[in-house]
Nanobody, 116 residues
Framework: QLQLVESGGGLVQPGESLRLSCLAS????????RGWYRQAPGKQRELVAR???????DYDDSVKGRFTISRDNARNSVYLQMNSLKPEDTGIYYC??????????WGQGTQVTVSS
């Protein structure tokens, strides 16, 4: 069973940066779609950023210009560079890997807290 392991979360002050990493536990024969989602307290999980197998990137409007998603296929990894963090970015960030519409995986989540 493929597993995704996230790291890089933490407690930062507004305006600071964090870099999240997500590593897949095994090599995948074909390049998947990758994404980052977050879930704030009392809210549903929402898409933050995604990068398709073709390299097409989408961001939620709230993070455009501040967050950057990237991938390293050789390392089975996806990253999220988060700059100029705001309190409203607080939440649990989940890594996603999608092979097909019915075959996808989630990481366990990493907490990001932005507070002064």
């Amino acid at each position: 069973q493929l597993q995704l392991v996230e790291s890089g979360g933490g407690l930062v002050q507004p305006g600071e940066s964090l870099r999240l990493s997500c590593l897949a536990s095994e090599r995948i024969s074909r390049i998947p779609d990758r994404g980052w989602y977050r879930q704030a307290p009392g809210k549903q999980r929402e898409l933050v950023a995604r990068i398709s197998r073709a390299g097409i990137i989408d961001y939620d409007d709230s993070v455009k210009g501040r967050f950057t998603i990237s991938r390293d296929n050789a390392r089975n990894s996806v990253y999220l560079q988060m700059n100029s963090l705001k309190p409203e970015d607080t939440g649990i960030y989940y890594c996603n890997l999608r092979l097909t519409d019915t075959e996808y995986y989630w990481g366990q989540g990493t907490q990001v807290t932005v507070s002064s």
